[in-house]
């Protein structure tokens, strides 16, 4: 109301009667502010459903530095052309048009927990009451010795779906007979745990359907095991015979470095070569989250298994990949329904309205060649200081072609499912 | 081991009831019969839940995590719309999950932590949204 003077808010008070005939901009600086950061799977979720669901009490604001978004969750799918990348690319528009959204198209470059405010790269602040930090994982590039950002231009991590992914598959495409990759394969905990597994499975796919039947695929992982790992070693055996290699460390005795020119990741055993290097570092919370303070040592940020509220700052919730959320995976599901959760709390904090009782569920489907789907999936609900599986499910080694092909099918179900739920 | 005492058997929680399952029928397994106290069961557990007025604003909360992959829009394929089904479908449907008798993993891990108040809910809050 700064803009106005005593004498002229007091005219348009006296011309009506009821406060909700003032006008709409006077109205919106009276309501509770909540700021998200990040427009992902957490972020875009959070954003709509405390807008959707308050009915107009809340002023939500958005802020994310592209204008679209690429969803990480089926980008292996554009790089084994199942799909194209217009289909993994969504609009922010309806979140605007439909539920009044702010959408503010810049950076978020710090977070002032002392003053509630936002800063954004144009050097402007947004102030808020509660805050959503959604900024998914950043690479920490020097866990991998040799390895830097300028190093992912020539060995890409494609961890973060965008001109990363697009220039994997472009080296993706221009290998011949022959020619090998190899993937660095990272330690956990990480986004995607079933990710680096399905990338093989879909880089493997397009070399076979190419008739690069010479070429492999080795991958070298810091891990013991990984998700679904009979599963995807089975579909590997029978679609890919010869050409997919894995190693655990108890076999390559662990990482040295990797030499991107040259084109070789080093290890206690051997120097694997590839004309692909696709090298993908440890990762830790969005770098914004961690200036501010709200990560712990390992990195990401602990919250409060029953609200997804920082254990570190009451006004701020992280969510998705960023946040330590106990036995969930980092996946787009899981932040998709981290984010209801918090929009719920953030909404009785602000606006007095009911909770309920925290629930959590996740699935990660995976694809390891056509019409081959499957799938690991998990209830949680907060319990013993931290959101803890309560029963699950994995797909079954030797399932029947039909059931494979029905769990794909609702793969593309789903997937058009949580971008409606994101995005529309 | 009979139909008849099955039925008592039944009138406790689905799980309890798989519990005694296993412990009363290994290691001869009974299929038909087994099956058939599930059915038996079922049609006890719609009937309960469906004399039971759902609240659909709790439904709403509860939905958000069924929108994660049905549209709220009511289209899609690979996964069935469910929104404006007639609540006594979607009652019937989700006590098949919670029992087993479907056999979808995603929708029986989803059914099984469902209470009847919850599942009266859910029915009442998609049986008044409309599909787009």
């Known amino acids: ?424 | 081991m009979k139909l008849s005492s099955l039925k008592n058997l039944a009138k406790g929680s689905g799980a309890a009831t798989a519990a005694l399952f296993c412990i009363v029928m290994t290691p001869v397994p009974a299929l038909a019969d087994e099956e058939a106290a599930r059915l038996l069961e079922a049609e006890h557990q719609v009937t309960r839940i469906l004399s039971t007025a759902g609240d659909p604003a709790f439904g709403a909360y509860l939905g958000g995590e069924c929108a994660t992959c049905h549209q709220q829009s009511g289209s899609g394929s690979g996964i069935p719309p469910i929104t404006g089904l007639p609540a006594d479908y979607t009652v019937q449907a989700l006590v098949e999950y919670r029992l087993g008798i479907r056999t979808n993993e995603v929708m029986q891990l989803m059914a099984k932590r469902l209470a009847d108040e919850e599942i009266a809910a859910l029915a009442a809050y998609f049986a008044q949204e409309e599909a787009q």
């Open chain 1, 1 to 424: 109301m700064s803009r106005l003077t005593r004498r002229q808010f007091g005219l348009i008070l006296g011309a009506s009667t009821a406060t909700l005939a003032l006008p709409a901009y006077l109205r919106a600086q009276e309501k509770p502010k909540v700021v998200v950061i990040g427009g992902g799977a957490g972020g875009a979720t959070a954003a709509k459903y405390l807008a959707k669901d308050s009915n107009g009490a809340l002023d939500v604001t958005l802020i994310e530095e592209n204008d679209e978004f690429t969803t990480c969750f089926f980008s292996n799918l554009y790089l084994g052309d199942f799909r194209d990348w217009d289909s993994i690319t969504h609009s922010y528009d309806e979140l605007v048009s439909r539920y009044g959204i702010k959408k503010v198209t810049d950076r978020a470059t710090a977070i002032d927990r002392e003053a509630k405010t936002v800063s954004l790269g144009d050097g402007s602040t947004v102030p808020y009451d509660r805050l959503v930090v959604s900024p998914g994982i950043d690479i920490i590039y020097d866990s991998v010795p040799g390895y830097s950002e300028a190093a992912a231009e020539i060995a890409p991590h494609a961890w973060k779906a965008g001109p990363q992914t697009r220039l994997l598959k472009e080296k993706l495409d221009a290998l011949e007979e022959g020619q090998n990759i190899v993937m660095l394969a990272p330690p956990n905990p990480y986004r995607c745990p079933p990710g680096p597994y399905e990338r093989v499975s879909m880089m493997a796919h397009v070399l076979k359907e190419k008739g690069l039947t010479g070429s492999k695929i080795f991958v070298i992982d810091p891990k013991e095991s990984f998700s679904k790992q009979a599963l995807f070693q089975e579909g590997w055996e029978k679609h890919y015979p010869g050409m997919v290699e894995w190693y655990g460390p108890d076999v390559h005795g662990g990482v040295v470095g990797v030499d991107v020119e040259a084109g070789t990741v080093e290890t206690d055993l051997d120097t694997f070569e590839g004309t692909l290097l696709n090298i993908v570092p440890a990762q830790r919370a969005g770098t914004i989250a961690i200036d501010a303070g709200l990560a712990g040592e390992n990195g990401f940020c602990p919250i409060d298994a029953a609200s997804m509220r920082s254990t570190m700052d009451e006004a701020v919730f992280v969510i998705g990949d960023a946040s330590i959320a106990g036995d969930m995976p980092k996946s787009g599901f899981s932040a998709n329904s981290q984010a209801k959760v918090a929009a719920l709390h953030i909404r009785a904090d602000l606006t007095q309205s009911q909770t309920f009782p925290a629930r959590y569920s996740n699935t990660c489907w995976s694809l390891i060649e056509t019409d081959d789907g499957i799938k690991v999936g998990a209830n949680y609900e907060p319990k013993d200081g931290k959101i803890t599986s309560i029963e699950g499910f994995v797909s079954q080694s030797g399932e029947d072609a039909e059931l494979r092909k029905s769990t794909y099918e609702e793969s593309i179900g789903w997937y058009e499912g949580i971008v409606a739920d994101m995005f529309t």
